[in-house]
């Protein structure tokens, strides 16, 4: 045992010999590599920046006046924004030696500043100097207006698309604001109009091009479709026009009537104006008046009734970012009615003449980047009480027990769509509603239909207070050409979605049901065959049943609209 342990040391000892004789022999003849390049010193182009001097030409390049300069100064430039958050910006560079990477960063930063405020076309440039004074002067030459071209257009009047447009010649261009007046212009459905800029004549200037991709506007369609309540019947088809310029006006005007199977038991004229206005603001008018004559199961003095609606909205677009756009709008409602047939499922009735007015505020718009979209919508509506005749808290009583003429109640959404690999696309939206007194069922908060919880029918569950929940994923969208050089095409896209609302009433009759939940889920498919024909299809599960539910365990939500 001894001598076996000498053996095996003697033989590791030999063996180490051995190997490292090959790994020195192994190193003489492995490729020589070059050493990286030592990094390079910069020579500082000056020592100690004492100033920096921002010109908005070159006359004063040369001027002595500024050799003394201790900080950030601006002379004879239009800075976008506060003026002192640029010089906060560039202050960092002060007391710093310059080299070459520090012109390039202080030109970065004065670009990035002009870009974050709408203002991007504008050259930094940082002439030959003498900067024994420890002073940089630096040319911040901004791009003005030249003039506004319109390309494209057929239907939509040249002089009109430039009304819109709130810059003027020889003017900085303001690109935020350029950005809102195009989203303005894009409120009509019939046109898209996008921004090029282009080499002006002069020296200096930019044109400004509105491309316009536009068609014919006006509009006739017919569809049908199950939205409808049960006492009324399911079945809807409906007929109506859009047109895109009114009178020349590039005002919209919308008519529908819609129906249900057997016109005896329900229909409706609805009609919507919009004025663009030649400031930027909108003007929206809405009106609509129903019939309805239902089927009922249980005695009433009457089986018919009647409704009617005026609405207006005044809408003023805020500042536009590149990636921001919302507004703020206001209006009110006046409606009158005897009965509920249109919006319960749950004991419709028919009750006294009621008119119901309220105030409404709002805030809406929408947040979009590159891989995603966020959607957003908030509103207080406010109704001060009695000051019409037909309008007290018993007339209220008529038509749902418990409801009163005064209340303020606050509704908001958000969406949120993010783009996935492979044209995938995932939805998520939230919806809900808080009220401080019991409502009217045209005010309460419906759950279950086509455009809430798929699976149940229209407005299976009203309540005063609840919110709303879904998610979608949609299949990239099937195209094909019916032509080599056709611009018809069409699109087939597949969906499988979760829907969940729940609710809960501020006052219920004896024995009701203060709350209430809905979940739904299944598949879908969007054909679009644009623009003649749109199609939905929903299949929905009813995944929470109770007794007071209608239909199955499960719905089709359809409809189906052609165009031309």
Known sequence: MKYSKCFIFIFIFFQSLVWANEISVADE????TPAPPQKEERVP???????????????????????????????????????IDLKKNLKRYIGSDVTADTLSEIQTTISNYYSSRGRPLVIIEIPEQDVTSGVLRILVLE???????????????????????????????DQNRLLQNVSFMNRNPFRRVDVVYAPGEREGTTDVILSVKDRRNFRIYAGAENTGVEPTGRGRW?????????????????????????????????????????????????????????????????????????????????????????????????KRTNNTFEYSEDLPTFGKNVNLTQFVLGYSGNYERNTYRLDFDASLSWSPGRWLSDQTNADYDSLRPGAVNHWVYFK???????????????????????????????????LGGYDTVRGYDQREVNKDDAFFLSGEVRTPPITRKFKPNSKLSDALQFLAFIDYGWGIDIDTLPGGKKSNYLLGAGPGLRYTLDPYLTVRLDWGVKLHKEAGYGGGNTMIHFNVTASY
């Open 29 to 32: 003849v492995l490729p020589r």
């Open 45 to 83: 182009l000056i020592q100690d920046l004492k100033g920096i001097v921002l010109l908005g030409g070159a006359s004063k390049l040369s001027s002595k006046e500024f050799e003394h300069v201790q900080d950030v100064e601006i002379v004879d430039l239009n800075v976008p924004g506060r003026p």
């Open 143 to 173: 791009s003005h207006l030249g003039k506004i071209e319109v390309e494209g257009n057929h239907w939509s009047s040249t002089e009109r698309l430039k009304e819109y447009v709130k810059l003027r010649p020889n003017q900085e261009i």
């Open 238 to 334: 409906y007929t109506g026009i859009n047109w895109g310029n009114v009178f020349g006006l590039d005002h919209i005007f919308s008519y529908q009537f819609t129906s249900a199977l057997n016109v005896h038991r329900f229909h409706a004229h609805t009609a919507e104006y919009i004025a663009l206005l030649s400031w930027g603001h909108a003007l929206d008018v809405y009106g609509g008046y129903s019939k309805v004559h239902p089927k009922v199961h249980y005695p009433f003095k009457r089986n018919d009734g009647w409704s009617m609606q005026a609405s207006g909205r005044y809408t003023i677009p805020l500042q536009t970012s590149r990636y921001l756009e919302h507004e703020i709008s206001f209006g009110g409602d006046f």
């Open 412 to 446: 908001g959404s958000f969406a949120y769509l993010k783009r996935l690999p492979k044209a995938f696309s995932l939805s998520l939206i939230a919806r809900g509603q808080v009220s401080s007194q019991p409502l009217l069922p045209s005010e309460q908060f419906g």
